[in-house]
């Protein structure tokens, strides 16, 4: 318990800490008497801690009037010792006579003249042997004795410095620059030579001339391009099939692994080679590696944009593979250098390799922002492991990088051609194609590509374009169902299945629906359980998404935790320097809260909604049609307009009587309307335990006022997953169901005809208006039956029946239109 208690430091999370220290596999017993001798131990800790936090804050307090005092007093005294000091130094002054400081002065004179005469004669020797300096270089190159030309070159390039900043420096500038050329001049030939036939002898004394020179750099110009001359040619020579314009002879994903062997065989001759020549051959191997690889002509880049433009959409998975082989031949690569860092007894080779020509990367952004580590040397380890990113492994991976970071678009282009062959397939059959079925099929080749995204997302990035992916994903599956619901839009029209006349169902007799009716209405059902099929394979493949990115951050954080264990390739290290390292991949990346995760393929799950909700509309416009057509020519009855009879009387004198006759019983057309919402019920019955009816009820039509009733399911949700053994449960959900349908059925209905159908009547007698009263308020009891809210049909009805317009308190809408009715 006292080390756990010492651990309890260096944790940020107290339930980390807890979960760390308990024996969690123990038993139930084990672990109460863990957590009873863990609470011990934490409050005698806290009680001594609380103890010497007093402690320290008496000392603390008594300290510190002692403090000011202290510095006061040492003030004092150092304002003391200042004074002191002047008046020993003014004394010291004053002792010495005045013959004893001119004879100083004498001997400070004549010491600056030594030094000035002998700078003098130095540069008079100088200037001697810089008048000589032609004459004898050009004579030792002329009797071949290159290293004492050498020689002489190097000491007369010391003594550049003398002549620094005066008329003297640039003629002798010049004078130097070409007879180091001389010499170059005079060397090349045997210098290739020596490369070519491989005289290690000879080459190393050539280095070192030239290192006499300060030529070290064309040196190796000369021994690299001598060196990668074979490899140039056969990257050059061979003809490819997807990057040339001309007929190849093999792919290119095909030669890369062959063009790698043969770099390899010429790095390990070089790993032998390399330490007979140069004082640090791990620096001349990296430098010739990155010559071999830059100076490739067409470059790697330009194959790959030449592969990108020949593969078009498909080209994802060629640039997996041609990524792949470059990985194996950078990881080849460091185990050869790994071996020279083990054989090498100099620890100068592990410096950097000098820089001729530094090559910029064109996407780089900020380092990792990596998350609190455990100790400040993991964090220091990290950054030089970033640091070490060697220019030879940047201009190898270099060219993927514009593939990598637009990988989203590459993924997208993928899985749309990868769908494409199948939906070919699917248009090219003969004959009428079950269209629902068609889907659930469709959807099992879109999701099965979509799982081997994943896997194509390590390959390719390691997981930095993760956020890529989830786009990419996101944007198919939604541009899928799109495709989708513009075909379940087409198929259900009515006039797409317009077929000879059926005898009627028995069943469903008195429903007035034709045969393409009843098509439509098993198509609409057929493809709403379609789109919940999918909408359950889609959240099955989020879970799996999930699991696939929380394993990227699991190994993200332990490389940054642990980068001794788990250690960064090269094109890993490359990545991580790259754009694709982002504040939206971190956040992506965060630990979930626990519940209910956030989606992630938003759009996708809006699409089946409205995949859903196109269904939904199409079944619910058949179910309705009936009663619609029941109302076209209601607003237009000669009952709004009838007027009261008037009786005639005997005596012309009398007054006529007139004797008003209302009509209380509803009109024809209200009560076939009325049976019709009477029969949806009986309609539901034999649909009650089909599933598709209990998907994506919040997507229903004016769905959200029925929300609120108490039958309505959570949106999105199946309300039957309960087992056969719960009858009474499941009674309960098809009841839920049925009722959130004939809501809103209901709702449509009566928005249909207080916005639409009573609008339209031009005229309203008062007769008219009481025969208007009966049908609005013999429709309110029966669409109070199906358990549906009509305030705006309530409050047509007190409009219409109410003597005083300006008593009745109702919407203004409704106001107007029945006051310019009724005039």
Known sequence: MASSLESLGEYDDIVAWVNDTLPIDSDVSELDQSIVQLLASLDIAAEDTSSQLERTIDDVARSVPRLTYDLHFMNDGASTLQSALRHVCNRAVAVVPDP????LDHLRTLDKIKTNMEAARDVLREAESWSTLEMEVTGLLGDQQYAKAAARLSEASRSMVVFQNTPEYDPRRSLMTSLQNQLEASLSSALVSAINIQDLPACKDYFAIFSDIQRESEFRNYYNGSRKAPLATLWQSTRLKDCDEDEGVILFADFLPKFYEQCLTVLHHERNVMPEIFPDPLVSFSAFLLSALSGLQPSISHRLSTVSNHYGDAVLQELITLFKTTEDFARS???????????????????SPPAPRRRKSIRMSMSWRSAPVRASSSTHTISSKLASLSEWEQELFQPFLEFQVDYASLERRFLDNTLMATVTLDTSRPGKQDVARLLRERAVDAFGAAEESMNRCMAFTHGYAAVGLVQALDSFFKSFM??????MHAQLQPSAHISPDEPEDEENAGLDYTSADWAVFQLSLHLLSSARSVHERLLSFESKLRVNITHISTSFRLAREDPQTFAMSASLRHLEQSVLQSAELQTLLEPQRP????PLLLEARSAISECARTCQDALQHTILSPLIKALEGYASLPLWTAVDEVKPSANPKEVKLHIPSFSLDPSDNMKRVAEGLLNLPRLFEGYGDDDALAFSLDTLPHAQAASTEPSTPAPMGHARRQSVSAGSKQAVDREAISGAWLSSFGRTFLLHLTLQVLPSIQDLTPRGAAQLASDLGYLSNIVG????EGEDLSQWRRCVEADDLDAVSVKDDI???????RR
Do not use: F, H
Not at 333 to 350: F, G, H, P, Y
Not at 482 to 487: I, L, S, T
Not at 785 to 788: E, I, P
């Open 100 to 103: 004893m400081k001119e004879t």
């Open 333 to 351: 690569v460091q185990n050869i250098m790994e071996k020279m860092k083990l054989s090498s007894s100099s620890e100068d080779t592990a410096v």
């Open 482 to 487: 799109d495709m989708w619901r513009r075909e």
């Open 595 to 598: 519940g209910q995760p956030e």
């Open 785 to 788: 039956a199906l358990n549906v």
């Open 815 to 821: 106001w107007r239109e029945v006051l310019r009715m």
